[in-house]
């Protein structure tokens, strides 16, 4: 698409406050007398006077003001109106365009997703492990290639025997007590931490039943 180059021929606009300082110096020697102004039942009527012309004059400042305004904006007005015509031809193909990319975005990372569960399947060695646990987002990623995928699956298989051994390595509780630990250990995506809470669980139960026998013992005893 060829380059395009706005040409717009507009001068910079000058606006002159011609007697702002007369009229700021009179308007100050005016409002002076209202600074000490005392409102009573005799001069209410006049006090409401004063305030109706001090809004009237406010009223003409601030009408010119906006009259300038308009007069002055007009030429820019035409020329947002311009642009927003062109801009408006712009946006429909820049629409269009963003809708197929996102279609065709999208049918890549449902392809992609499928590759990533065939290489899990293939590479995994964590007997049960659910993928949404372990699924990180960015192997979506288009630079992300299936070398790093399967590096991260086989680092899950490391990290996986390496906290299985610890676990094993508890022999004060029973095997059926590893392999609940070792359950905990999947499905909380290999955190060690939650795997030794629940041995220390089975520890403290073992601990609590073994008590209770040894009273119950002592009372049949005596």
Do not use: C
């Not at 100050?28 to 109706?52: C, F, G, I, W």
């Not at 899950?156 to 610890?166: F, K, R």
């Not at 939650?194 to 609590?208: T, Y």
């Amino acid at each position: 698409m060829n380059e395009l180059k706005v040409a717009v021929k507009y001068n910079p606009g000058v606006i002159v406050f011609e007697n702002f300082d007369e009229i700021k110096v009179a308007l100050t020697e005016q409002m002076e007398v209202y600074k000490n102004l005392e409102v009573t039942d005799e001069t209410l009527k006049e006090s409401k006077k004063d305030v109706a012309t001090l809004r009237k004059i406010k009223k003409a400042v601030e009408d010119r003001r906006k009259e300038i305004k308009n007069e002055f904006m007009d030429p820019y007005t035409g020329l947002e109106k311009q642009v927003k015509e062109l801009t408006a031809l712009i946006d429909e193909p820049i629409a269009i365009i963003t809708k197929k990319s996102d279609v065709f975005e999208q049918r890549r990372i449902e392809e992609k997703r499928l590759h990533i569960r065939e290489m899990w399947n293939e590479n995994i060695k964590i007997p049960n492990a659910d993928i949404s646990v372990f699924y990180n987002p960015s192997w979506e990623n288009v630079t992300t290639t299936d070398t790093s995928i399967k590096s991260d699956i086989s680092q899950l298989n490391v990290n996986y025997e390496s906290g299985v051994q610890t676990l094993k390595a508890f022999e004060d509780v029973g095997e059926a007590e590893i392999e609940q630990a070792i359950k905990v250990f999947v499905s909380n995506k290999l955190d060690l931490s939650k795997a030794v809470i629940e041995i220390n669980h089975f520890r403290d139960h073992k601990k609590m039943m073994e008590e209770q026998a040894k009273r119950d013992a002592e009372k049949e005893t005596e």
